[in-house]
């Protein structure tokens, strides 16, 4: 298992390839050599409904549409912001004043409109479509709550000078706009604790939408080489299963994990007495509650507070911000400081 594509037909436009590229080169870097599927569909169609791509792993499922900001090529991230509403036209702005459209016509204005538009027909062609669907067929509330939406930026924005006056409380369970750079990462902490694929499900989703593999990468990533396999110790958690009579360790950690004020949980107890599987219960809870989750095995491996860095920094799109970590001279409290707000951003 690794990274896959399938291709419905070619990206007509030059900045879904470069953004296309960009993404996959940093997913190959992370998961060229995971023991899990992850299936990338370029340019699928369903009922009408044009996207950029469909990304698929065992347990998300998510439509990218990407966005080329045209006249903030070669600036920095902290020099753009985004500004719009939820049925009007989106700007961006860069720093100095100038102002413009995000492009295209009709929904295609507006970011949120465009990937809703998106949801509804994918939803309506996946209950048509129930062959290759964990524990399919699905209804149409089952299929809505199991499509994640994201808008993805090149070459990026400001988070903390964007305006977007979007119903957030009823949208940011499946909503999300980032720049490019975040993209690998939030595919790789996603979890819908509704879904289980397995790979061949994915692969049989991509074929009933018309894409074939391609298995020259190099036609989208032309500088891709491979690099050698290092150790990960970030993996993704095990489908959680159902608890029996844990149901106050249960209220506990879904109440520490809404409390602000707690930032470490620690379950202890003898060797099989099942921690593994409360904390298995309690990361999949957290991703209900719109957490980012990482899981880490430590029974197979040293895990020190180096390693650890070094893991992250290996995850980090920002090369600069990973070679502070990487450092020896750098003070571990600085290497902690920039791990943490990678982590917590």
Same mark, same amino acid.
């Given at each position: 298992m690794t990274v896959e594509v399938y291709l419905c037909e070619k990206f007509q436009h030059r900045h879904e390839r470069r953004a296309f590229g960009r993404f996959l080169q940093e997913m190959l870097d992370r998961f060229g050599e995971s023991t899990d599927l992850y299936l990338i569909i370029g340019e699928p169609e369903a009922n009408t409904a044009s996207m950029d791509m469909i990304v698929l792993t065992h347990c998300a499922l998510i439509v990218v549409e990407l966005k080329e900001l045209t006249y903030a090529e070669g600036l920095g991230s902290l020099e753009i912001s985004l500004n719009g509403t939820e049925k009007g036209g989106w700007e961006y702005s860069l %720093? +100095?004043?100038s102002t413009y459209n995000m492009g295209g016509v009709g929904k295609d204005q507006n970011p949120y409109q465009q990937v809703k538009d998106h949801n509804y027909k994918l939803r309506d062609w996946l209950t048509n479509h129930p062959d290759f669907l964990p524990g399919g067929p699905w209804s149409k509330n089952e299929a809505i709550r199991r499509i994640y939406s994201w808008v993805v930026v090149s070459p990026g924005f400001t988070k903390e000078k964007t305006k977007l006056d979007l119903p957030w409380e009823k949208i940011n369970r499946w909503f999300k706009i980032l720049p490019i750079d975040e993209l690998a990462w939030e595919v790789e902490t996603a979890v819908n604790t %509704? /879904?289980?694929? =397995?790979? %061949?499900?994915?692969? +049989? /989703?991509? =074929?009933? /939408? +018309?894409? =074939?593999r391609k298995e020259n990468l190099r036609e989208f990533v032309p500088n891709y080489v491979p690099e050698a396999p290092r150790l990960s110790f970030f993996s993704r958690p095990p489908v959680s299963k159902r608890i029996i009579n844990r149901n106050e360790e249960r209220k506990i950690l879904?109440?520490?994990l809404k409390d602000a004020q707690v930032s470490i949980i620690c379950i202890g107890g003898p060797g099989g007495i099942g921690k593994t599987h409360l904390a298995t219960w309690a990361a999949s809870e957290a991703a209900r509650q719109n957490f980012s989750v990482l899981w880490v095995e430590c029974n197979e491996r040293e895990v020190t507070q180096e390693s650890v860095l070094t893991a992250v920094a290996d995850r980090m799109s920002d090369r600069y911000q990973a070679a502070l970590i990487h450092d020896p001279e750098q003070r571990i409290s600085d290497k902690l400081e920039v791990a943490l707000a990678f982590l917590l951003r």
């Amino acid at each position: 298992m690794t990274v896959e594509v399938y291709l419905c037909e070619k990206f007509q436009h030059r900045h879904e390839r470069r953004a296309f590229g960009r993404f996959l080169q940093e997913m190959l870097d992370r998961f060229g050599e995971s023991t899990d599927l992850y299936l990338i569909i370029g340019e699928p169609e369903a009922n009408t409904a044009s996207m950029d791509m469909i990304v698929l792993t065992h347990c998300a499922l998510i439509v990218v549409e990407l966005k080329e900001l045209t006249y903030a090529e070669g600036l920095g991230s902290l020099e753009i912001s985004l500004n719009g509403t939820e049925k009007g036209g989106w700007e961006y702005s860069l %720093e +100095g004043g100038s102002t413009y459209n995000m492009g295209g016509v009709g929904k295609d204005q507006n970011p949120y409109q465009q990937v809703k538009d998106h949801n509804y027909k994918l939803r309506d062609w996946l209950t048509n479509h129930p062959d290759f669907l964990p524990g399919g067929p699905w209804s149409k509330n089952e299929a809505i709550r199991r499509i994640y939406s994201w808008v993805v930026v090149s070459p990026g924005f400001t988070k903390e000078k964007t305006k977007l006056d979007l119903p957030w409380e009823k949208i940011n369970r499946w909503f999300k706009i980032l720049p490019i750079d975040e993209l690998a990462w939030e595919v790789e902490t996603a979890v819908n604790t %509704e /879904l289980a694929f =397995t790979a %061949e499900q994915m692969v +049989g /989703l991509a =074929t009933q /939408l +018309g894409a =074939t593999r391609k298995e020259n990468l190099r036609e989208f990533v032309p500088n891709y080489v491979p690099e050698a396999p290092r150790l990960s110790f970030f993996s993704r958690p095990p489908v959680s299963k159902r608890i029996i009579n844990r149901n106050e360790e249960r209220k506990i950690l879904s109440d520490a994990l809404k409390d602000a004020q707690v930032s470490i949980i620690c379950i202890g107890g003898p060797g099989g007495i099942g921690k593994t599987h409360l904390a298995t219960w309690a990361a999949s809870e957290a991703a209900r509650q719109n957490f980012s989750v990482l899981w880490v095995e430590c029974n197979e491996r040293e895990v020190t507070q180096e390693s650890v860095l070094t893991a992250v920094a290996d995850r980090m799109s920002d090369r600069y911000q990973a070679a502070l970590i990487h450092d020896p001279e750098q003070r571990i409290s600085d290497k902690l400081e920039v791990a943490l707000a990678f982590l917590l951003r």
